[in-house]
Structure formats: C-alpha cells, structure tokens
C-alpha cells in the first residue's frame, strides 16, 4: 500500500454544494415559502451552507436572514441528493429541517434585494410553486415529521443493497 498525504488524499476527494432549508408551517399545516427575486419558483426558507458550518446552523442563519425570525431548529426531516445537473457541475445535497409551526400572523423582515415575498401554501399547491426536481420535499419532509423518522430522497430511487445499521427510510 502507499501512503498519501492527508492533504492530497483530501485535495482529490470528490466535492458538492450543500444547502439546508426549513419547513415551517402554520396550525392548519400549509407549509411556508418564499419567492427568490433571483428564480422563477418558489423555494423553503434557506440556502447554501457556508464552509465549516454544520447544516442546522445554516438553517437558523438562513432562516434570521430571510425571515427576519430566530427559530429553533429541529429535527432533520430529509436528506435529498443529486448528481450534477446541467450548469451544475458537482452534486448537491439538501438538509431539510423542521422549524415549527407559526400562528401565520408573523410579520416578516424580507431581504428587498432577495425575496419579493413570503407565503403559507396548502402542500398540493407548495409542491406546484417549487420546481419538479424539489416538489418531493414537502410530502417527504411532512411524512418524516409525522413519523419522527429522516427520510433520504436520491436522484436515482433504485434502492441501495440494504444496510441493516440504517435509521433513514427511503421515499
């Protein structure tokens, strides 16, 4: 066997973006979006996942920064992932998180320069909002907050050889 140093080892490791966004609902269970100045579709509240900061961080600080609220972190709802796209060139993993349930009467602090709006939406008409590649999320992160259970949400859904030591379920 030969030795590779630990910074050339890691310096030829694969890369991927990582973001991490909230489900956020109100007492009648729509699901909270927000409208990206920047994008045709809505999107969950969060965003890309700064270098050296754990994903639920990320979720809180994109959270204050869109919404203009501190809200706790939950548990991690669902994992989705996708091999590169397009003019995406490395694979992008997702963390979704719940954040909890509002009175939907919050008034939030929009970033004028990043969204033009906020909105609670029935989950049939959040998943329309969001693009196709992204829909699955609501369903996925609704079902894993009921089941207090992560779910993972692969490009490719073709089931892995089965790991006995999982403790994440499959869509």
Do not use: Q
Not at 54 to 71: K, S
Not at 75 to 96: C, E, M, Y
Not at 123 to 147: C, F, G, N, Y
Request: hydrophobic content about 40%.
């Amino acid at each position: 066997m030969t030795w590779t140093e630990p910074s050339v080892w890691y310096a030829n490791l694969p890369t991927f973006h990582a973001s991490a966004g909230a489900l956020i609902t109100d007492p009648a269970g729509d699901v909270l979006l927000v409208k990206p100045r920047y994008r045709d579709y809505w999107a969950f509240p969060g965003g890309g996942i700064e270098s050296n900061e754990y994903p639920h961080h990320a979720c809180a600080r994109e959270v204050h920064e869109e919404l203009g609220l501190t809200l706790p972190v939950g548990d991690l709802l669902v994992v989705d992932w996708a091999p590169p796209d397009g003019p995406r060139l490395r694979s992008l993993i997702h963390f979704t998180f719940v954040c909890g349930t509002l009175t939907g009467t919050e008034r939030f602090d929009l970033p004028e320069d990043e969204l033009t709006e906020a909105g609670f939406f029935p989950p049939t008409e959040a998943e329309k909002r969001l693009p196709a590649a992204v829909a699955h999320r609501i369903s996925a992160a609704l079902h894993a907050r009921s089941r207090r259970r992560p779910i993972y949400l692969p490009a490719d859904p073709t089931p892995a050889a089965p790991n006995p030591a999982t403790t994440i379920e499959r869509a």
